[in-house]
């Protein structure tokens, strides 16, 4: 079958779409991913089988104007609706997969009139998302958005746009029961496909043994991920003064990226604690060396704010962590306190608690055979049960599903 992707971003990269389209064109099926472009792009690529078509968004200020205030008053988004009736034209696609909520109704009024069926994927709980993602933008900001999209004008458009998708995809059993509840979705519509990794991939990536090296006299506790105010890293911040009183020669490793106006917030908190030499910011990293910065560490964090947010999700960090043995430190947000808990692979504390997390750092420091049994049974969660292999069948199942149920082409 001819599938055509869906995502407002630029790719790559993006670990769940690859993740998603290596899988489906293992299964004998070809990919054509929509996504935005920028200069220095091309247009048309193909990476690793995914046939990569980039547009580049409106340049003129008033076709800027035109697509805001039309998307900010009825949710869609003429330009992509037309590149995507082209591509569907073009390459006869019998089935469209778009990737989060941004563009779903103009997805859905493209599949519509072509009749092709359409699965929603839905990586976050968008509209808690947007609530989560206001709280980085400046006072003034947040007033203008929040008076022209108020989060209930989401709500809204989530409930009554999946309403028309054939089906959802979504990252955790606790987003399942938000779209079934909050957004009258039947269960049998939905398939949860959690945000774990490939682990032949994630293996196959080689260890910078001269980057572990750097860092052997420190003892590491790590973040890996994006930088953003709902993600918890001023908390990891906090906690520091207490965890060096205990290990002086701790650092907290923060690798990635996020709004500027974030980041230096944080490095302004670092120098009001007098903890800036303790305190690293990589900045981005490619991902062929995210399980170098995992194997140098020594407990590795997820230290999410819980909300509406980060209740129906989860990260892919937490399942690399356990992938290479690492003790994981997670707050209580729902997805990430059962995870740990099932398989005993870390130790949870309350959202916010940063003195409960230096107390539990300083007490890993001290019980090494303690985190090394975490590390073990994280291992053994990922081999058993959390890894992309199951995970693909699940996918592929469900094109079968939609292959049957419109009668469409292999």
């Given at each position: 079958m001819n599938i055509c992707m869906i995502l407002k971003r630029y790719f790559p990269p993006d670990i769940r779409v690859?993740?998603?389209a290596r899988s489906l064109i293992r299964a004998g099926h070809n990919i054509y991913l929509l996504s935005l472009g920028k200069i220095g792009m091309p247009s048309r690529e193909n990476i690793n089988g995914i046939n990569v078509?980039?547009?580049?968004?409106?340049?003129?200020?008033?076709?800027?104007?035109?697509?805001f205030f039309w998307f900010n008053l009825f949710f869609e988004n003429i330009f992509w609706e037309k590149n995507?009736?082209?591509?569907?034209k073009q390459y006869k696609i019998d089935i469209i997969h778009v990737h989060d909520l941004l563009l779903v109704k103009s997805a859905v009024i493209i599949s519509k009139k072509l009749n092709i069926p359409i699965i929603a994927d839905l990586h976050e709980n968008f509209p808690e998302g947007i609530r989560a993602w206001r709280k980085i933008k400046i006072p003034l900001k947040n007033r203008l958005f929040n008076s022209i999209l108020p989060i209930w004008r989401w709500k809204i458009y989530e409930k009554s746009t999946l309403n028309h998708v054939d089906e959802i995809i979504t990252v955790v059993d606790e987003s399942k029961v938000h779209y079934i509840n909050d957004c009258k979705i039947p269960s049998e519509k939905i398939t949860v496909l959690m945000n774990v990794e490939d682990l032949e991939e994630?293996?196959?990536?080689?260890?910078?043994?001269?980057?572990?090296t750097k860092y052997k006299n420190n003892f590491i506790i790590s973040y890996i991920g994006g930088f953003g105010t709902h993600r918890g890293i001023d908390i990891a911040i906090r906690s520091m003064p207490k965890v060096l009183e205990e290990i002086p020669n701790a650092k907290l490793l923060l690798v990635g990226r996020g709004p500027?106006?974030?980041?230096?917030?944080?490095n302004k908190?670092?120098?009001?604690?007098?903890?800036?030499?303790n305190v690293e910011f990589t900045g981005w990293v490619d991902f062929s060396l995210v399980?170098?910065?995992?194997?140098l560490s020594d407990v590795c964090l997820v230290p999410h704010h819980a909300s509406g947010h980060t209740n129906t999700t989860i990260p892919h960090k937490l399942f690399q962590y356990m992938a290479l043995k690492k003790p994981v430190l997670v707050t209580n947000c729902k997805p990430l306190e059962r995870v740990v808990k099932e398989y005993n692979c870390g130790i949870v504390f309350p959202s916010g608690d940063y003195s409960e997390m230096a107390k539990i750092v300083v007490k890993l420091f001290k019980n090494s055979e303690l985190a090394k049994k975490f590390g073990e049974n994280g291992r053994k969660a990922v081999e058993e049960?959390?890894?992309?292999?199951?995970?693909e069948k699940k996918l592929c199942k469900l094109y079968e599903k939609l292959k049957t149920e419109y009668k469409l082409n292999s």
């Open positions: 690859e993740k998603e078509i980039r547009i580049s968004s409106p340049k003129s200020f008033i076709n800027k104007a035109w697509s995507l009736e082209y591509i569907a994630f293996y196959n990536l080689k260890i910078d043994e001269n980057l572990v500027k106006e974030y980041k230096e917030r944080l908190l670092c120098k009001e604690l007098k903890v800036r030499n399980p170098s910065y995992i194997a049960k959390y890894n992309w292999g199951n995970e």
